[in-house]
């Protein structure tokens, strides 16, 4: 008698509870559905880097911890972001659920809940450093379409009821596939107009000038085919392939159209540079290897590439760097700020503003439409992606983003080399076993590659030919394997200033991580 009046039917007290509270679920979750959907819509006409998930997401990464964020670089790679978007979506997903199901017995807790996760998105959307008075309106609108929809939902599917005749299957059916539909809807439209107005279509249209001062050709005997063949890898980095490590968790979409940088500070005349103000100055194309401090040893947070740019110290010799600078504060269009040496960008290396990789202009991961390249310094304190601003200052004076974060304030790149091939645990037969891999040490050069085998002697591997002391080179050693069984065998290199890798071993942080690479095969 009770159980027919509550829950409006015949069907057991229990079953139709569980089947109500799987409903509320449902319509929480639609109702976030429809918040990101909305939001992303918004965002899709207001700014693209404004939508919901973006800022969130953009917040949390600015916010972990650095060594959660050290570990998980390390854990995920280059994934490392795809992780986090997924980690956001299941908590915001489970608090949808959570909300859903609190709305049938209070209304307002529910909303509530939607409307501290738009709250939070506003926030966040507020305190990007690109913000503008309308980034917060993709989540102010989205936050409103989800309450709305949960209010709906919960009083037409949470009453009395709604089993029954009135507001049975069909109507619920329409309802929550409604809500789903337009959620779905105005998220791909939004998706849409975000790749439509993107910085891809105005990477489109540049067209790079031909170099005044071009890269050398690269020498002979560069990429041996049989070593290529079996693993080694090549001189060359095909921009698909190059890494990419940044902060940004969507990729700035930034127009050349709209790019400028100010380069300001301790200079006598400041400067604003358009795109087409830098392709026409006289550029430089060169070939640089760069490296990412988080690399481990034996890791491939490392590529060569053909870097077209204007050199950092003809643009600062110009405006008159003023005495007492010591620093090239950077920052990108999305906040991530560097701090790069000042001694080093104008002691004659290859530093440029870079506007073209490979032959093509910037790809969008790696900074379009132009950003910095340093030969002989990590990336963190030297190759600024989509920089807009350059501030000639003191090291006593700022600090940088990695800095902030524990690393360390100047960061030169270590002397490295690396085994490519064999892979470790392979097993090869016994006879002649080349040994190839990679060595660099950008600005001093490599002078000399050593192997052993078991700890034996060190043993001269051939160093193939490289463009210039700023890149890698590759190296290979015929071992005569006659020994069956388990073996390691380890590398190491000596920079152009006759100074040899350290064998000290350490993790990446606070200034890169060194230590030889080591492989163990098996000769059968
Ligand atoms: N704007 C911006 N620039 C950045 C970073 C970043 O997080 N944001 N990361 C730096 C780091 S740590 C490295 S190693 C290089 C990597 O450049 P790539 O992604 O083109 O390989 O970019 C540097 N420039
Ligand atoms: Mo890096």
């Known amino acids: 008698m009770r159980t027919a009046t509550n829950t409006g039917e015949s069907a057991p007290p229990g079953v139709a509870e569980g089947k109500r509270r799987w409903t509320g679920a449902l319509s929480g979750v639609l109702s976030a559905g429809l918040t990101f959907g909305v939001g992303q819509l918004v965002a899709g006409i207001v700014s693209p880097s404004a939508a919901p998930l973006v800022v969130v997401g953009d917040a949390v990464v600015d916010r972990v911890p650095a060594w959660l964020k050290d570990t998980a670089i390390r854990a995920f790679g280059t994934h490392d972001k795809v992780v986090l978007l997924a980690t956001i979506t299941v908590v915001v997903v489970l608090l949808a659920a959570l909300a859903g199901v609190l709305a049938r017995r209070r209304l307002a807790v529910g909303v509530g809940i939607v409307g501290l996760l738009g709250v939070v998105s506003v926030l966040a959307a507020a305190t990007r450093p690109d913000a503008t008075t309308l980034s917060p309106l993709p989540s102010v609108l989205g936050a409103a379409a989800g309450a709305y929809a949960l209010t709906v939902l919960t009083r037409r599917l949470a009453g009395p009821g709604v089993t029954g005749r009135a507001g049975g299957p069909p109507r619920r059916a329409v309802l929550l596939g409604g809500t789903a539909v337009v959620a779905a809807a105005s998220g791909g439209a939004g998706q849409l107009l975000v790749t439509t107005r993107s ?250 590659v050593e192997v052993r085998v078991d700890e034996g002697e060190w043993e001269r591997a051939r160093v193939l030919p490289s463009a210039s002391a700023d890149t890698w080179c590759q190296w290979v050693y015929d071992w005569d394997a006659t020994e069956k069984g388990s073996h390691t065998v380890q590398v190491r290199a000596t920079d152009g200033t006759g100074a040899p890798q350290t064998d000290v071993v350490a993790a990446p942080a606070p200034d890169g991580a060194s230590g030889y690479d080591s492989i163990t095969v098996t000769v059968q």
């Open 199 to 448: 910085a891809e279509i105005s990477r489109d249209a540049v067209v790079l000038p031909a170099p005044a001062d071009p890269a050398p050709v690269l020498p002979a005997g560069i990429d041996p085919s049989d070593a290529i063949a079996s693993g080694l890898t090549t001189y060359a980095t095909k921009s698909a392939d190059f890494y990419r490590i940044d902060t940004a968790l969507v990729v700035p979409d930034l127009r050349a159209e709209d790019w400028s940088l100010t380069v300001h500070g301790l200079v006598d005349r400041e400067l604003t540079l358009t795109f087409d103000q830098l392709l026409a100055m006289p550029l430089r194309e060169r070939w640089i290897t760069l490296t990412c401090v988080s690399n481990e040893v034996g890791g491939d947070y490392v590529g060569t590439a053909r870097w077209l740019g204007y050199p950092l110290a003809d643009l600062l010799g110009a405006l008159r760097v003023q005495s007492g600078a010591d620093m090239l504060y950077a920052t990108s269009t999305d906040g991530f700020t560097l701090s790069a040496p000042l001694a080093e960008v104008t002691d004659g290396r290859d530093a440029m503003l870079v506007v073209g990789m490979n032959g093509q202009p910037l790809p969008r991961e790696h900074g379009f439409p132009v950003r910095m390249v340093v030969p002989g310094l990590y990336g963190y304190v030297s190759a600024c992606k989509w920089v807009t601003d350059i501030e000639v200052t003191r090291f006593t004076e700022k600090t940088a983003y990695w800095t902030d974060r524990g690393w360390a304030e100047k960061g030169p790149i270590k002397t490295a080399s690396r085994i490519d091939v064999p892979r470790s645990f392979d097993k090869v037969r016994a006879g002649r076993v080349p040994i190839a891999g990679v060595a660099w040490a950008q600005h001093r050069g490599i002078s000399a």
